[in-house]
C-alpha cells in the first residue's frame, strides 16, 4: 500500500495518491494532470478511479481532463449530479483498488453530496479517512458555500454535518489517520490547523465540533457564528466541479505566449485585457505599467485573484518573475481563469526598453512615518488587514478598508487625499495600491513591511486585544461595517 498526500501550499490543499497491486486511486486532484501522469507512469500503475469528497468550490479539480487521459471512472457519492459521466455511489458502497477497499461514507453538511471515503487496509481493518472538507484538523467545513438547492440554509446543513460527525465519523477507531482536503490558509473553514494529517482520536479531544457532549443547537450556533461573505469566486469554481470545463491543456499553451510590448499593449487595447503584474511587491513599487494590477506570485495568489477579479472570463494578460510563465498560468487555471492570452517577454525592462511610461508607488519607512504623525496626527492610515486583525490592535486613528471588500469601500476615499496604506507584512497594501491607483487614486504611500515594522515603531497604537477575548458581537459588527 502505498499512499502519497500532494499538498499545494498556495491553495492549503491536499491531494492524494493511493496505489495497491497496480491499482491507483487519486482523491481530489488540482486542475493540471501532468504530476498525477508521472506518478502513475513511475510505477507502472493504472489509475482506476478518481474520488471527489464533494464539488469544490476553492479550486476547479483536474478531474475531467484526468479521466479523458486515462480512462479512469469519476466517483462522487449521493445527490452529486453532473453534466459528464460519473459512477455516483451509494453510501456504504465499496470499492476495490488492489489489496484496499474503500468505504463509502455520506458525510452532508458542508454540502449535499459530501462523501467521506474509509479506507481499509489489506487486512480489512480501517485504516484512513479523506474526509474532504467534512472534517479539518482542529475545524469542521463551513455550511454556506455548497451549490444552491431549493430552500436549504446553512443552518440546515450545520444540522446535516452534526449527524454526520456523529453518526459516521466520530464512531471510528481512535487509531484512525484522518487526511482533509484542506489546512491552515483555506477560507472553506473558520480555524484550521497547520498540520495536515493526524489521527481520529486526537480530533475527538481537540477540536471543537467533536465535543462529547455536544448538542445539535449548540454545534449549528459554533459553526455558522462569525462567517464572512465567501469569495465570489467560490460559487462559480463550485458550478464549473459540476458542469465541466475546457482543456487545461490548451489553457496552458494560449496563455504561455510571449509578448512583444507593442502586442502586449494591442491585447490591453482591443480584447480590454487587464495587466496582472505577478513580480514581487519591492519590484512592482519601483516600476509598472501603469494601470496593472499587482498580485505576487510568491503570496496568496489564487485566493487574492478569485476575490478581486470578478470574471472568470476576463482576457488577461501577464507580466512575471523571470521564467515563471507557465506557474503563473497554471495557478490562474487553478480557480478557473482560463482567459489568459500571453505574458511580457523580458518583463518590465522590455516595456522601458521600448520607451513605453512606467508607474511607482512611494513608500516611507515606519519611524518616518512616527515623526510625521508626530507633527501632525490627521494624517490618513488606512489599514487593509481583515478586521479580526484589526479589532486586535491597530495605528490610532486609522480607517480599515480590508482588502476583500476594497471595492466595495472606494467611495469612502478622496482621491485628492494622501493615505498610507499597510497590512501586516507588505503584499496586501500592495495590491490596494495597485488596484486604487488604477482607479485614479495618485496620493499613496505604502508603509514598508506593514504591521511588522509598525508594532516596532513609535506610532501611536490601540491596546492589544487578544483575538479569542474578542466577543463574537464586536467581531460581527468589525465586518458589518466594511462588507
Not at 480584447?271 to 503584474?277: F, G, H, Q, T
Request: charged share 20%.
Amino acid at each position: 500500500m502505498k499512499i502519497e498526500q500532494i499538498y499545494t501550499g498556495c491553495l492549503a490543499q491536499g491531494a492524494y495518491y493511493i496505489e495497491s497491486e497496480g491499482e491507483a486511486v487519486i482523491i481530489d486532484p488540482l486542475r493540471e494532470t501532468q504530476p498525477y501522469l508521472e506518478r502513475l507512469a513511475e510505477s507502472g500503475a493504472q489509475l482506476k478511479y478518481i474520488f471527489e469528497t464533494h464539488f469544490h468550490a476553492d479550486f476547479v479539480s483536474g478531474h475531467l481532463d484526468l479521466a479523458q487521459k486515462t480512462g479512469a471512472t469519476i466517483v462522487y457519492g449521493p445527490n452529486a449530479s453532473t453534466d459528464y459521466d460519473i459512477h455516483q455511489a451509494t453510501d456504504g458502497e465499496v470499492l476495490q483498488v488492489g489489496k484496499l477497499a474503500f468505504k463509502v461514507l455520506h458525510t452532508p453538511g458542508h454540502t449535499m453530496e459530501s462523501t467521506t471515503y474509509l479506507l481499509q487496509n489489506e487486512q480489512g481493518e480501517d485504516y484512513a479517512i479523506f474526509t474532504g472538507d467534512t472534517l479539518f484538523l482542529g475545524d469542521v467545513g463551513r455550511p454556506d458555500l455548497a451549490i444552491k438547492q431549493g430552500s436549504i440554509t446553512k443552518e440546515d446543513l450545520a444540522g446535516m454535518l452534526y449527524d454526520s460527525l456523529r453518526e459516521k465519523i466520530m464512531p471510528l477507531a481512535d487509531h484512525v489517520i484522518v487526511y482533509p482536503a484542506h489546512g491552515a490558509g483555506s477560507a472553506c473553514g473558520k480555524n484550521l490547523s497547520t498540520d495536515t494529517w493526524g489521527y481520529l482520536g486526537d480530533q475527538k479531544k481537540s477540536n471543537y465540533a467533536l465535543r462529547a457532549n455536544m448538542t445539535k443547537a449548540e454545534f449549528i450556533t459554533e459553526v455558522t457564528a462569525g462567517l464572512t461573505p465567501p469569495p465570489q469566486y467560490f460559487a462559480k469554481n463550485a458550478m464549473l466541479n459540476k458542469t465541466g470545463y475546457g482543456s487545461f491543456d490548451q489553457v496552458l499553451q494560449r496563455g504561455s505566449v510571449a509578448l512583444d510590448a507593442d502586442t502586449f499593449e494591442q491585447l490591453v487595447e482591443s480584447e480590454e485585457a487587464l495587466m496582472l503584474d505577478t513580480r514581487h511587491q519591492d519590484e512592482f513599487a519601483k516600476a509598472h505599467i501603469p494601470n496593472s494590477i499587482f498580485i505576487g506570485i510568491d503570496g496568496s495568489f489564487a485566493p487574492w485573484v478569485g476575490a478581486l477579479i470578478k470574471d472568470l472570463a476576463q482576457p488577461i494578460v501577464l507580466i512575471t518573475p523571470e521564467g515563471r510563465a507557465e506557474e503563473v498560468v497554471t495557478r490562474l487555471a487553478r480557480v478557473g481563469y482560463d482567459n489568459t492570452l500571453g505574458y511580457l517577454e523580458g518583463g518590465i525592462e522590455t516595456w522601458k526598453a521600448a520607451g513605453k511610461e512606467v508607474d511607482q508607488v512611494g513608500s516611507i519607512l515606519a519611524e518616518d512615518l512616527a515623526k510625521k504623525l508626530a507633527n501632525d496626527s490627521t494624517l490618513e492610515i488606512v489599514d487593509v488587514r481583515k478586521p479580526t486583525e484589526f479589532l486586535a490592535q491597530h495605528v490610532v486613528g486609522a480607517t480599515n478598508l480590508p482588502l476583500d471588500y476594497l471595492n466595495k469601500n472606494m467611495d469612502r476615499l478622496d482621491r485628492q487625499q494622501t493615505y498610507y496604506l499597510h497590512c501586516l507584512g507588505g503584499y496586501r497594501s500592495m495590491i490596494a495600491a495597485s488596484i486604487l491607483q488604477a482607479r485614479g487614486f495618485r496620493n499613496l504611500v505604502d508603509i514598508k513591511l506593514g504591521w511588522r515594522a509598525i508594532e516596532a515603531s513609535a506610532i501611536p497604537k490601540t491596546d492589544y486585544a487578544c483575538p479569542t477575548g474578542m466577543t463574537q458581537e464586536a467581531i460581527d459588527a468589525a465586518v458589518a461595517a466594511v462588507i
